[in-house]
């Protein structure tokens, strides 16, 4: 099984940035597709990102051109770069894992989640 790692979040200003990280320690990512998605207390899970196997993107329509799903199969790590942030970003954001297929939206589709990082950007 899998296990995923996350790191990066915190606490930044309306309009800074931040780079969240996911990691796999130990174990090869790259045939996996690899997603974010962010919660609040009481709402549904949302799509944020996602990167596939052969490295395509796809973003939800109000982070487009502001973040940047990447990964780096040599570190077996995904991360997330988070520009110009406003604070309707301001989310805990999950990454997540499915062994085969390509990214979906949909987090039902995903069968391994990190443990989730806070965001809180400030007005």
């Known amino acids: 099984q899998v296990l995923l790692v996350q790191s990066g979040g915190g606490l930044v200003q309306s309009g800074g940035s931040l780079r969240l990280s996911c990691e796999a320690p130990g174990r090869s990512i790259s045939t996996y597709a690899m997603a974010w998605f962010r919660q609040n207390f009481g709402t549904d899970r949302e799509f944020v990102a996602a990167?596939?196997?052969?490295?395509?993107?796809s973003y939800r329509e109000s982070v487009k051109g502001r973040f940047v799903v990447s990964r780096d199969n040599s570190k077996n790590t995904v991360y997330l770069q988070m520009n110009s942030l406003r604070p309707e970003d301001a989310f805990v954001y999950y990454c997540?894992?499915?062994?085969?297929?390509?990214?979906?939206?949909?987090?039902?589709?995903?069968?391994?989640w990190g443990g989730g990082t806070r965001v809180i950007v400030s007005s």
């Open positions: 990167i596939s196997a052969s490295d395509i993107t």
């Open positions: 997540a894992a499915k062994p085969q297929g390509i990214p979906s939206t949909e987090p039902t589709t995903y069968e391994i």
